[in-house]
Structures are given as structure tokens and as C-alpha cells.
């Protein structure tokens, strides 16, 4: 699982350092220059990632989201027993590894080779094996109708340009009435700052921009890159990979949950949305 690495970006790049903040800005990215930076910029936050967000996401448990809405109690998937699973975007395996648990027959593909290292890591310390293969989302290196269901917690489609692809590409690997159950940031976020304080609460871009959140070193090269789509566009994308929206979860941010994610944080998710989770069906 991995999720969005803004609140990581900002852990290197100090807001307060002017010539920081000189390397963020927005524009129009394409998918094969996304992926070349995004592929580099998770290898190198992998061991951070999991060091900071690995014992919330546990190493054998499927969270959809900062919110905590746990798939144990969600079952958004269904039963998995026996079925031929998908994640994508798996980061880690945490998901993955879960969904093994419970009987399923899991494969689970990311961009980042650290990451996956750290699959192989839990692997070992868990006993439960996930099946990983190092892969692009945009380009799935499966056969058609290989799996009944496929699932992304925060995977891949934040972090691609051509997230239409890639709904595509899971479509494809689908059997007919198969489900793809994904997570992204909600839309309506893109709106207002990363700040998990009252600064977070007013509304700063418009909804409409799409223009990319980016990053650059000093020489001017991208290293890192987050796409936006609003809620109509992602729902266009659902239809036009021949896809049916079955549900869309705006999970409510619980009482007694704490824990601040990045952006994300208690006093801004009991006001606004912070995750959509979109459950799609292949007729």
C-alpha cells in the first residue's frame, strides 16, 4: 500500500528553506517522465515510508486509507477465498499479504524495487509470502481475464499521468464481472493546502487546475509527481475502461482516531473528505 508522498517530500524539502521551496511547483507532466522520477523518488523514501507508517498499516492488514477503515470490517472485496487477486500499487505487500491470509491467490506489482524489498522483508517475518513482480501499472504484464478482483490502496493511480491507462490495463486483466476496488485522495483536497492544521481548512487552487504537484532538484529535474483528477473525470475514466461504478466510500474520519498522516489529521477530517474510495465493476 502506499499512499500519497507529499507529507514525505516535505520531509526533505523543509518549507521553510527558500531554495525548497523554489524546487515545488505545477505543470503539465507526461507519463513517461512521471515515471522515471516516481520510480526513483519511492525507491528513495521506501525506508522511510515504511519505518514512519509501518506499524499503522501492519504487516499483515489491508487499510484502505488514513482514516483507518480497515477491509476486516469494510469488506469492500467481498469474499476473497479462492479468487485470483490483483493489487496494484502494492507497496510493501501489507494488503497483499492480508488478502492471502484469507484464502486468496494474490499477485502484487509495484513500480518501486525498494519497496518490494520490503515485501520479501515481511515475507520472512511473518511467514506469509506475497507474489510481487516489478512492473508499471500503465503497462500490467498479465494476460487478459487473469483475476477475479483488483485492488489499490493509494497505488499507482495518484502517481501515474495517464491514470485512464491504467484503468484500462485493469480492465483488461479482469474476468467479466470481476471487482476493482481503488483508493485515491479525494478530489476535493486538491483545493486546499497539505497542512493538517487550521491553515488546511481554506481553500487555496482551484478544482479544476490539472496541473500536476511537482518536485525538481537544483539542476531542474523532476523528481517526484502527483496527478488530479476531479470526481467527474475519475468517474469518466471508470466508464470509458468499460468499467461500472458500483459505490463511491468517502470514509468519515472515527472518533478516537488520532493519528496525523501527512495532511491528513483529525481536525480537517471531521470537516472535509480526505479519501474516495471508488468500487467498480466489469459487466
Known sequence: MTHPGRDLAEMFESDSNISARSRLFRRRIGAAETSRANR??????????QEEHGEFLRDVGFVWCPEGLDEAEAQLLGDVARRRVLEVGC????????LVSRGARVV????SWRQLRHARRIDARTGIRLP????????????DASFDIACSAYGALPFVADSAG??????????????????????IRWCFPDDPGPAGLHAQRSYFDQQAYAERDDSGRLTYAEHHRTLGERVREIVNAGLRLVDLVEPEWPDGHERIWG???????RILPGTAIFVCAKP
Do not use: I, N
Not at 526513483?40 to 515510508?49: F, G, L, N, T
Not at 507497496?91 to 492480508?98: D, L, S, T, Y
Not at 502484487?108 to 513500480?111: A, K, P, Q, S
Open 132 to 143: 510481487v513482480v516489478h512492473a508499471d501499472a500503465q503497462h500490467l504484464p498479465f494476460a
Open 108 to 111: 502484487g506489482v509495484d513500480l
Open 263 to 269: 495532511p491528513w489529521s483529525p481536525l480537517r477530517g
Open 166 to 187: 491504467v484503468l484500462a490495463e485493469v480492465s483488461r486483466v479482469l474476468t467479466p464481472g470481476g471487482l476493482f476496488v481503488f483508493s485515491v485522495t479525494h478530489p
Open 40 to 49: 526513483s523518488w519511492w525507491d528513495a523514501a521506501a525506508d522511510a515510508y
Open 91 to 98: 507497496g510493501a505487500g501489507q494488503c497483499g499479504r492480508w
